[in-house]
């Protein structure tokens, strides 16, 4: 149900020098100004984003924005989606509500169509502008923003589903030796875009509790398109620098795989975190 809530008038209104109060008909028309819904054409404020990953290769995107004028259709003609310059196909039509003031679009993108452009997009100042259009491809209704994808209050998104569809640490071992330990792990890594995608290095930091157990850079690797590739670790430490570490994962304590992942893009390297859980395999 299409509903709006009034909110206080602007305080703080004086009249000019030698004139009398602003009449109480002015205060109404700023108030109402403040709080209307924008007028057909305009795109209507982004306030917050919802993703979730139905599977591996699709994200759902639910953008929530201010309430929109006008009757507002579920099912759509069509729709169009730019992030800062670079337009992001999609593929299957849009769901749009409208109740309790806000306005709803979802849709889901296939991440094997998205431009390798977007890679060298702000993730923390990044431009969204969403298009609804009507069977003859007039615009019914826009919704416009700038989102920071780290910033939680912005951009919601369950990081633990992130990680298990795109990296984990597996088939991690720690054999201890009379002087040294011996750490064994694959990093796997999925891609899931249309295009391969070049890291040109990765620095980690493997630590148990408060104990680092290793810290390494390694050189730059291909992930290709649309597949799952591991990253061999392997390293031998001094037991003793080491030994408290190696007791605690022993014990079963989860060890912290703690990275940077660094990727070429068509503007420049981006920095990609990783923070990853492992247990003994």
């Not at 009449?23 to 919802?50: D, E, F, H, M």
């Not at 990765?202 to 390694?218: F, I, N």
């Not at 989860?254 to 990275?259: H, P, R, S, V, Y």
Request: charged share 20%; net charge negative; glycine share 10%.
């Amino acid at each position: 149900m299409k509903r709006f809530t009034s909110s206080p008038g602007p305080r703080g209104l004086h009249s000019p020098p030698g004139e009398g109060p602003v009449p109480i008909t002015a205060l109404v028309l700023l108030a109402a100004a403040a709080t209307a819904p924008a007028p057909p054409g305009t795109p209507v404020r982004l306030q917050r984003v919802s993703l979730a990953l139905p599977d591996r290769d699709v994200v759902r995107v639910t953008l929530h924005a201010a309430a929109a004028s006008g009757p507002v259709r579920a099912g759509l003609a069509g729709q169009r989606l730019r992030l800062g310059d670079v337009a992001v196909p999609l593929e299957t039509p849009a769901d749009v509500t409208l109740a309790d003031g806000e306005t709803r679009a979802d849709f889901d993108v296939k991440l094997r169509s998205v431009p390798e452009k977007v890679l060298a997009l702000d993730q923390h100042r990044l431009p969204v502008l969403w298009e609804g259009l009507d069977a003859h491809g007039a615009l019914v209704l826009a919704v416009a923003g700038t989102v920071d994808l780290g910033d939680p209050g912005e951009v919601e998104v369950e990081a633990t589903k992130v990680y298990d569809a795109y990296a984990h640490v597996s088939d991690l071992r720690i054999t201890p030796s009379l002087a040294a330990v011996g750490v064994h792990a694959l990093l796997s890594l999925y891609n899931p875009l249309g295009f391969d995608v070049v890291a040109t290095g990765l620095e980690y930091r493997l630590a148990v509790g408060t104990q680092q157990v290793l810290a390494a850079k390694r050189p730059g690797f291909k992930l290709r398109a649309g597949q799952r590739s591991d990253v061999l670790i392997e390293q031998d430490v001094p037991l003793g620098d080491v030994a408290d570490g190696v007791a605690a994962f022993l014990r079963g304590e989860a060890a912290q795989f703690d990275g940077t992942l660094v990727v070429r893009t068509p503007d420049g390297e981006r920095a990609i975190p990783l923070h990853l859980t492992a247990t003994m395999k």
